[in-house]
Each structure stands twice: as C-alpha cells, then as structure tokens.
C-alpha cells in the first residue's frame, strides 16, 4: 500500500518499537515493542518488514507489521538491513560482519566479511555496499556475500562510513 509507512524508535535501552502509519504520517499505531532493544533499522520486501535491533537479531512480520516473531538470528547486534531479491543482509557491530539470509529470514549465515564492525549497507543491482568502522571505508560484494573487496579509491578515509545511497552510476557516503 503506498500510504503505508513504518517507522523505528531506537530509545536503547529502555525499549524499541516499531510504529505503522496507514494513511501517509497523520496517525501512527504501535506495531512492535521489545523493552530491552532498540530498533535500529528496517527493511521491507513484500508484506515481510524486518526489524533489526541492537540485541536480539532480526524481528520479522509477515503480516504487514500486524504481529513479529524472532528470526534465527540473535545475539547480534544488527545497525543496518538490505535486501536484494531473496536476499536479506543485515550488517552487526561487534566485529560479527555481515550476515545473509536466502529465506525470508529463516536461517542465516554469516558472509565472508566476518570480522568488521558494519556500519551501513546499500544494493544496486548484484552489488551489496557494507560501509565499515575503523577507518576501513567501503567493501563490495558481486556474488551476494560471497567475496568482499574493498572499495575506498577516491574516499578520504573517516572513522565510520555510517550511510550509503546508490544511485545510478554514482555512490554516496556519510561519514560518522
């Protein structure tokens, strides 16, 4: 539905939610709420909403955000979803990398970018962008996940490549 809008709270550690707007922003209703996580990001495909939070993994509702269950990814701290086809990325903090989900979020697995902290992911194409911590810039995978290079020519390097947008021929990233 194009009037339909999610938004995240991510108020860690008092509590995350997810709130749901059914006509563009005027009324929001509580959609999901976890005490001890913060939501901090969202990603859509379909009437499946993902829910990454700063603890327990990955939420996911396949209703339209009418209920969530937890996926198989916990223990994570996830800062940043994207979603490729049926493929579903979501980047941790912590030095876990960045993790892929080939069903719908029933089981994932770790990439082989398994020991950054990821700050921000994007998709174009078959290209997946993970925006890194630690002055490292950028890595790009053409084989979903598979293999990862880094891609900084150009990039002054900065202490957190903490967004990214793709657009055309041309990548944009924010600094932290």
């Known amino acids: 539905n194009a009037s339909t809008i999610f938004a995240g709270d991510n108020e860690f550690p008092t509590g995350g939610y997810v709130y749901k707007s059914t006509n563009d922003g005027a009324d929001w209703t509580?959609?999901?709420g976890a005490t001890d996580q913060g939501v901090t990001s969202l990603a859509a495909n379909g009437n499946n909403i993902y829910a990454g939070c700063s603890v327990y993994g990955v939420n996911k509702s396949t209703d339209n955000g009418q209920s969530w269950t937890q996926t198989s990814l916990i223990n994570r701290n996830v800062n940043c979803l994207a979603i490729n086809g049926n493929n579903i990325f979501a980047g941790t903090l912590a030095f876990y990398g960045v993790y892929l989900s080939?069903?719908?979020?029933?089981?994932?697995?770790?990439?082989?970018?398994?020991?950054?902290?990821?700050?921000?992911?994007?998709?174009?194409?078959?290209?997946?962008?993970?925006?890194?911590?630690?002055?490292?810039?950028?890595?790009?995978?053409?084989?979903?996940?598979?293999t990862w290079l880094a891609r900084n020519e150009g990039l002054p390097l900065t202490s957190a490549v903490s967004a990214l947008c793709i657009t055309g021929y041309y990548a944009f990233a924010g600094p932290f």
């Open 30 to 32: 509580l959609t999901f």
């Open 102 to 146: 080939t069903n719908n979020g029933t089981n994932w697995a770790q990439t082989s970018l398994n020991n950054l902290d990821i700050r921000s992911l994007a998709v174009n194409g078959n290209n997946v962008f993970a925006g890194t911590f630690n002055n490292l810039g950028i890595f790009v995978s053409n084989d979903n996940g598979s």
